[in-house]
């Protein structure tokens, strides 16, 4: 597989689309989700204006007095706010050293509330808005009430190309947890000599069902990895409004195996590069409390992965414990 071969779904077309044009489309999705693990999106009706106006208002923030920005710093691993920099939850076997990644990002998440206040602390926590901005908030709003809806549209199509219940996936993400985040990658010289041998963004698999990764226009970096091609860059067509779906660890163990999360990277470009770039990044999981039980063969891979608590199972992956200290 080369990264052109990673395929296209356009989502008006798929609703449209007859019984003999969905199989193809299906064959082809199936495949680049068995072997990779990501598939670019196109129809979903998200507003560029949107989004730039969300990268801005992001990018505004990053340029804020360190100390101005420390007032918003998270506070744990499953927490909103800023961070400066930091490690990726890494996969077995990832290559490249546990150095902190050369990214600075704002969190930011839902607004759900349960009534138990431990209960939403852990899988909900607060938003730490900055006062000096409040057009991040605004556009942060915005842009992630699409991405919601977004996001309901891929659990539906992903269950379609299953073969199962419309609501396969979406029954179990009412009340979802999920992350937005707004990144920048300061162009590389900011760094000096501390980033030699560090990467943007260092290699990982994402711990959800699938992360909706929006990619600055005309910015690449981006290097997705399969067994046959190993690591191979993916290019967006020039001008277009794609989203990347990523597959995340939630979902290769509720399909047992059938389809692979996804493990990428962003290399660093050379030291003196003035390349900057600002990604936005949303990270989609499920209710908390679902119990993700694997598919059975021969819709699921026959893996016999075990069943996990979804929320359970992300914080345990980042060492957030469950129980008051």
């Known amino acids: 597989m080369v990264s052109t ?7 008006g077309e798929w609703q449209r689309a007859g019984a003999g044009r969905r199989e193809a489309i299906a064959a082809d999705l199936d495949l680049a989700l068995r072997e990779t693990g990501a598939f670019l999106l196109t129809g979903h009706a998200v507003p560029r204006a949107g989004g730039e106006e969300f ?25 909103n706010g800023w961070r400066e920099v930091h490690r990726n939850v890494g996969i077995p076997g990832a290559d490249g050293d546990s150095a902190p990644d050369l990214h600075e990002s704002f969190y930011v998440g839902p607004t759900h509330r349960t009534g138990d206040a431990r209960f939403d602390a852990l899988f909900y926590p607060a938003n730490r808005w900055p006062g000096e901005l409040p057009r991040l908030r605004a556009a942060a709003d915005a842009y992630t009430a699409h991405m919601v809806r977004v996001a309901a549209r891929v ?39 501390a980033g030699a041998g560090r990467m943007r963004n260092a290699p990982h698999t994402d711990l959800g069902t699938f992360t909706l990764l929006n990619r600055q226009p005309g910015k690449d970096g981006l290097e997705l990895w399969n067994q046959d091609r190993d690591w191979f860059p993916l290019h967006c067509p020039h001008g277009s409004d794609a989203l990347i779906v990523i597959l995340g660890d939630l979902m290769e163990l509720w399909t047992d195996g059938r389809w692979r999360a996804l493990r990428h990277r962003v290399p660093a470009p ?56």
């Open 5 to 11: 071969e990673i395929p296209t779904v356009d989502l």
């Open 55 to 79: 990268r801005d208002a992001g990018l505004e923030f990053f340029r804020l007095p360190r100390e101005t920005k420390l007032r918003y710093e998270i506070q744990g691993q499953y927490d």
């Open 155 to 193: 659990n539906t199509l992903l269950a379609e190309l299953l073969g199962q219940p419309p609501d396969l996936f979406t029954s179990q993400a009412r009340r979802a947890t999920w992350t937005q985040n707004v990144s920048w990658y300061p162009a590389p010289r900011r760094w000096g000599q």
């Open 270 to 325: 050379a030291a003196q590069a003035d390349d900057e770039q600002v990604s936005l990044v949303f990270f989609f999981e499920a209710d908390p409390q679902a119990v993700i039980e694997p598919l059975a063969a021969p819709v699921g891979g026959g893996r016999g992965l075990a069943p996990v608590v979804a929320g359970e199972s992300i914080l345990r992956k980042l060492g957030v414990p469950l129980t008051p200290a």
